[in-house]
């Protein structure tokens, strides 16, 4: 499989026939990680759609220059784009999560605070915000994704159902629901689902969530591990849209 490199340049320095200088830390995983040379295929994406089908011309010592060879407008995102709201969770597990969501097609994800949630120092938040934005841009050159899914800025659970409540439709895990996540997305697919912490979403934070619309629903008989039902619900959605080739 031919490497692909996120390189979140201009598209303009990306035209077909031209040269193109990749940014210092892609050169570097080019060149002393993969221990590609010249002659080397390569495919480039910027995270804003379509990649480039690119060829080395030449590596120098702290250079790698790609010959680009042409533009394919190729679209991998899933047909039903949802944003999964992502309580805390151990550190480990929440970058297992990021990861796999974007594997998934995840179209953005928004971490929040909730009350039964891991801690995380105001002052680390950004970095954390920033660490997980690169796990997806890791997951993308995996994938084959060619656009970046949005990594938000990590808010309390409360300051987020306020800001997308009703008219936006959004679904809450919850156990005790009537109804399965999958029913909810065979009728009309919610714009995002909010999975709990370990231990679950607080009976307040249910009953505030229902009040700003809210649908609440289960993923079966079974109790999931957070990280477990953020997969599961986001394959649920995968595999009712119908994400075919």
């Not at 201009?10 to 590609?36: E, I, K, W």
Request: hydrophobic letters at 50%; charged letters at 20%.
């Amino acid at each position: 499989m031919t490497p692909r490199i996120f390189v979140g340049a201009d598209v303009r320095a990306l035209a077909p026939g031209t040269d193109y200088a990749l940014p210092a830390a892609a050169a570097h995983h080019v060149a002393q990680v993969l221990r590609m040379r010249a002659g080397h295929a390569l495919t480039l994406f910027t995270g804003a759609g379509g990649e480039y089908e690119a060829t080395i011309a030449r590596v120098e010592r702290r250079a790698v220059v790609l010959h680009i060879e042409r533009h394919v407008p190729v679209e991998r995102e899933s047909p039903c784009p949802v944003t999964l709201v992502q309580s805390l969770i151990a550190a480990d597990m929440m970058d297992w999560v990021v990861r796999k969501a974007v594997e998934l097609g995840v179209a953005a994800i928004a971490p929040v605070h909730a009350a039964r949630s891991q801690r995380v120092p105001p002052e680390r938040a950004a970095r954390r915000v920033d660490h997980w934005r690169q796990i997806a841009v890791a997951a993308c050159e995996q994938c084959g994704r060619n656009r970046l899914p949005d990594i938000l800025p990590l808010v309390p659970f409360d300051e987020w159902i306020e800001a997308h409540g009703a008219p936006d439709r959004f679904a809450i895990l919850d156990a005790g629901a009537g109804r399965s996540l999958a029913s909810l997305f065979a009728a009309e697919p919610p714009l995002a689902v909010a999975i709990g912490p370990e231990g679950g979403f607080t009976a307040e934070e249910l009953r505030h969530a229902g009040e700003r619309g809210a649908l609440p629903a289960h993923l079966g008989r079974r109790v999931l591990r957070a990280e477990t039902a953020a997969v599961a619900a986001l394959a649920t959605a995968t595999a009712i849209a119908g994400d075919a080739r």
